[in-house]
Structures are given as structure tokens and as C-alpha cells.
């Protein structure tokens, strides 16, 4: 992993973190609101985790785009470019999918709960 790379990952991995930090964040996990209200806190923990996975795609679609623009022709950079475009667009596929499946349970969750 280039060292590119590893800064990208670790400054989202800081931004995602302060953003856990807010007023608003505590408000919708503390203990009394997990217990009340838990298909809502399964929702903002699965939510962070793919918002950060999804960043994070994101960036390896921008780092290969990157590497693609500055191959100069050579071949092997060429393909090593695309496979990672190729697997951040994977990667954002996944997020997508992952977060519709969450949705589709947490609200049928809700459903059974309010019944």
C-alpha cells in the first residue's frame, strides 16, 4: 500500500472520529437511548461503519484515478490503476448493498417492534 494510501485512510479514520465526537452523536448513543431505542442505535453504529467503508472506496477510486493519470504509458502502472478503480467501484457496490439490506432489517425491526 503506497504511503498515499495509508495517509488517506488514516486522516478519514480522524475525521470519521471527531464526527462521533459531536453533541449529536452522543445524543443518539447513550446507554438509556440504546436500550429505548435499539433498532435506531443498531442503525447510527451500522450507518458509521459504512459511511467509512464507503469514504474509503471512494478515496481508492480517487488514489486509482491518480495512478492512472500519472502511469506515463508504462503498462504494468496502467493495470495496476485499473484494478483498483475496478475494485474501489466493488468496494462502493458492496457499501450500497450492505446499507439497503440494514435498511430493509432495521425497519422491519421497527415494524415488529411497534406492533
Do not use: C
Not at 438509556?32 to 469514504?55: D, E, H, S
Not at 506515463?72 to 439497503?100: F, L, R
Request: aromatic fraction near 10%; hydrophobic fraction near 55%.
Amino acid at each position: 500500500m503506497s504511503k498515499l494510501a495509508k495517509v488517506g485512510i488514516i486522516v478519514s479514520l480522524i475525521i470519521v472520529f471527531l464526527l462521533l465526537l459531536t453533541p449529536q452523536g452522543f445524543a443518539q448513543v447513550t446507554i438509556n437511548n440504546m436500550a429505548n431505542n435499539l433498532p435506531q442505535t443498531i442503525r447510527f453504529v451500522i450507518n458509521m461503519i459504512l459511511y467509512l467503508v464507503g469514504f474509503i472506496a471512494v478515496l481508492f477510486l480517487i488514489i486509482g484515478g491518480f495512478q492512472y493519470i500519472t502511469a506515463s504509458g508504462n503498462p504494468d502502472q496502467i493495470e495496476g490503476a485499473k484494478k483498483t478503480i475496478m475494485y474501489a467501484v466493488i468496494g462502493i457496490i458492496v457499501v450500497v448493498i450492505s446499507w439497503s439490506i440494514v435498511w430493509f432489517v432495521v425497519n422491519s425491526l421497527n415494524q415488529t417492534v411497534n406492533r
